[in-house]
């Protein structure tokens, strides 16, 4: 599992798995958690992903690493971590 941080504002969970599809990983994660407040319903500007594999994870950290093509207009660079939980 690896937490990806600084997303752009209001990206959904439907509209990062597709980036995360279109990116070539689709098939290789099972779930994807968005943190929202729950009064307003705005997502905060991270989430966890959890892949299928060791080797499909690696993959995917050295990918998203540093991504900066959001299909919204922004200037955040994406941070991934490994999960620790």
């Given amino acids: ?10 990206l959904s969970r439907k509209l990062l ?3 995360f599809n279109r990116q070539g990983f689709e098939g290789l994660y099972d779930f994807v958690y968005v943190p929202a407040d ?7 500007e991270y989430c966890f992903v959890n892949l299928v594999s060791a080797g499909a994870a690696e993959m995917f950290f050295w990918h ?7 299909p919204v207009a922004s ?11």
Avoid at 38 to 44: E, I, S
Avoid at 64 to 70: A, E, L, T, V
Avoid at 75 to 85: Q, R
């Fill in 17 to 19: 798995e597709g980036i």
């Fill in 38 to 44: 729950l009064y307003t319903q705005t997502a905060f």
């Fill in 1 to 10: 599992t690896v937490m990806v941080r600084n997303l752009p504002e209001g």
């Fill in 64 to 70: 998203f690493q540093g991504f900066q093509g959001w």
């Fill in 75 to 85: 200037g955040k660079t994406a941070a991934v971590h490994w999960s620790t939980c």
